[in-house]
């Protein structure tokens, strides 16, 4: 039977979502939880999972759409269940070849004469025997109702795996691509890229039996016969264009990130995941393995391959450009936050010397135990955590006419990507120690830099840190993210000259490591006695750091 892949729902608040990028096409084969296609909302971007395996029968929603959650973005034909000629359905055919009718009886007859008839009648015989596994627009969380296609990563016609990424969504809370739920040949893409479809909203078919899938569409034809002709120049300019495709299909973004960083041929890499996808750790593997950069096979295919297309031109001046998902999102949220909350800010300066030199000396033997960069991010983040606890009060949130609260510490750390800002969250940091903060935040900043949070990893934050200082800020007034009381904005960190006191009273200047940071905090329940009692033991804890950092 047909399964439905739908747009799904990342989030409690969540309603909709962007589809960026298909990673599969009709016709392609898919297996179950291989990533199908990539969306986009306000709070994450991440891949999503096929519910199925089969062929990615149609695409319903295309990239750059938003959709609410469960609304059907794309269906796949489950494996095995179509007829060799099912895969035929191709994603142009007329919306009467929906219903089934007599007709559909003759579908193999008109396959072998008019390849135009055979368009409609194969369509017609997939539903009739429920032989297309129909992809839909899935739910990226709880309050999720709809999604974006951004991005289709396969075409009609193509040949998909259960779980290979198909297609790319985005919604209000998340981006992400959208595995395959079944492995076959993608005949139908029902919604384009761009739009934007409800969750459970078929977006796509996929047809079982993918071994005839190349034959079906009527534009096969030229491409077949081209196909026997000799060839007029080298061909590994097609295979390298034919690897790096599947290597697209079967690696995440991250995964390919760190390939690009370190100049790694995905080929090169044994895949651990499910249909022999290439996990982060694989890649991991790989580099701490040895493995040398793949730069000498690449001189090989310029030699026969044609320019390559140009990357989409930035915007001129002058010209109006559409926001995002997450763009439109984040700037609804911003201006609500500013409405909802009287917004007051203070800013310390903190001497960071003490920090500093501990990190100078102890950084390279900090990795090499650990496996992990010491960065300040963890030692600030500790010193929130400590204030915290102390004032309760900084980590509550308005409900209503109460003051929640709230039980553990959840911090949120905003992570500045290409295509927007998301804040993922350390649940019950309080419990966590310092090099257990160290991972967590490498950890969550990498995912999200992949789009692999989950939705809950974007929700319940408590008290966020975002960390500005990185482009030469001094400092800022960042603005609180609902329904949180506060946000520590941090600022950056230089080297100034300081009027230093001994034990004597005598004062002398010296050059002294200084930060500044910023408490943006919710005056309908912090008054500024709380925020200043609250920087003044946050400043205290950082410049007499005496916590073990493992």
């Given at each position: 039977m047909p399964t439905d892949v739908v747009m799904p729902q990342m989030g409690e608040s969540i309603t909709e979502g962007t589809i960026t990028k298909w990673l599969k096409k009709p016709g392609d084969s898919i297996q179950r939880d291989e990533p199908l296609f990539e969306i986009s909302t306000d709070k994450v971007d991440a891949e999503i999972p096929s519910p199925a395996a089969g062929t990615l029968k149609e695409i319903k929603i295309g990239e750059g759409t938003t959709v609410q959650i469960n609304t059907i973005v794309a269906v796949i034909d489950a494996e095995g269940a179509a007829s060799g000629s099912a895969p035929a359905a191709p994603a142009k055919a007329e919306p009467a070849?929906?219903?089934?009718?007599?007709?559909?009886?003759?579908?193999?007859?008109?396959?072998?004469?008019n390849p135009a008839e055979a368009d409609s009648a194969a369509a017609g015989t997939i539903i009739e025997q429920g032989g297309g596994t129909e992809v839909l627009m899935p739910q990226m969380g709880?309050?999720?109702?709809?999604?974006?296609?951004?991005?289709?990563?396969?075409?009609?016609?193509?040949?998909?795996?259960?779980?290979?990424p198909i297609f790319e969504i985005s919604t209000d809370k998340v981006d992400a691509e959208i595995p395959s739920p079944a492995a076959g040949t993608l005949t139908e893409i029902k919604v384009e890229e761009g739009k934007t479809v409800t969750i459970n909203t078929v977006v796509a078919v996929i047809g079982g039996g993918a071994g005839k899938a190349a034959a079906a569409p009527a534009k096969a034809a030229p491409a077949a016969a081209a196909a026997q002709a000799p060839a007029a120049t080298p061909a590994p300019a097609a295979t390298a264009a034919s690897a790096s495709a599947g290597e697209r299909g079967r690696s995440s973004p991250l995964v390919r990130k760190i390939a690009q960083?370190?100049?790694?041929?995905?080929?090169?890499?044994?895949?651990?995941?499910?249909?022999?996808?290439?996990?982060?750790?694989?890649?991991?593997?790989?580099?701490?393995?040895?493995?040398?950069?793949?730069?000498?096979?690449?001189?090989a295919a310029p030699a026969a391959s044609?320019?390559?297309?140009?990357?989409?031109?930035?915007?001129?001046?002058?010209?109006?450009?559409?926001?995002?998902?997450?763009?439109s999102i984040i700037a609804q949220r911003m201006v609500e936050s500013k409405r909802t909350s009287p917004h007051v800010h203070t800013v310390f300066k903190v001497d960071m010397t003490r920090i500093v030199k501990l990190r100078e000396k102890e950084k390279s033997k900090y990795e090499q135990r650990n496996s992990v960069k010491l960065t300040y991010m963890p030692f600030i983040t500790r010193a929130a955590i400590y204030a915290l606890r102390k004032h309760p009060i900084v980590n509550g949130a308005v409900e209503g006419d109460a003051i929640r609260y709230n039980k553990n510490i959840n911090i949120?750390?905003?992570v500045a990507l290409?295509?927007?800002?998301?804040?993922?969250v350390i649940k019950q940091a309080e419990e966590k120690n310092f090099l257990g903060i160290a991972r967590a935040i490498v950890d969550i900043a990498d995912r999200a830099r992949g789009k692999k949070l989950a939705p809950d990893e974007i929700s319940g934050g408590t008290f966020t840190l975002t960390n500005s200082g990185i482009f030469g800020e001094q400092f800022g007034t960042p603005i609180i993210n609902q329904p949180q009381a506060a946000i520590l904005g941090i600022g950056g960190l230089n080297k100034e000259p300081e009027v230093i006191t001994d034990k004597e009273g005598n004062d002398?200047?010296?050059?002294?490591?200084?930060?500044?940071?910023?408490?943006?905090?919710?005056?309908?329940?912090?008054?500024?006695?709380d925020a200043g009692k609250f920087m003044s033991d946050f400043k205290a804890y950082l410049e007499n750091w005496s916590e073990d950092i493992g």
């Open positions: 070849a929906d219903t089934v009718t007599p007709a559909a009886k003759d579908a193999p007859a008109a396959i072998q004469g709880e309050s999720i109702t709809e999604g974006t296609i951004t991005k289709w990563l396969k075409k009609v016609g193509d040949t998909v795996q259960r779980d290979e960083e370190n100049n790694v041929d995905l080929s090169q890499v044994a895949g651990t995941g499910s249909s022999g996808r290439i996990t982060k750790e694989d890649i991991l593997g790989h580099l701490e393995g040895g493995a040398k950069p793949a730069a000498a096979a690449a001189p044609k320019p390559a297309a140009p990357a989409a031109s930035a915007p001129q001046p002058g010209e109006l450009v559409p926001m995002t998902k997450m763009r949120g750390i905003a290409d295509w927007g800002l998301i804040v993922p002398f200047i010296a050059i002294r490591s200084i930060q500044r940071f910023t408490l943006g905090f919710d005056h309908r329940i912090v008054d500024g006695a």
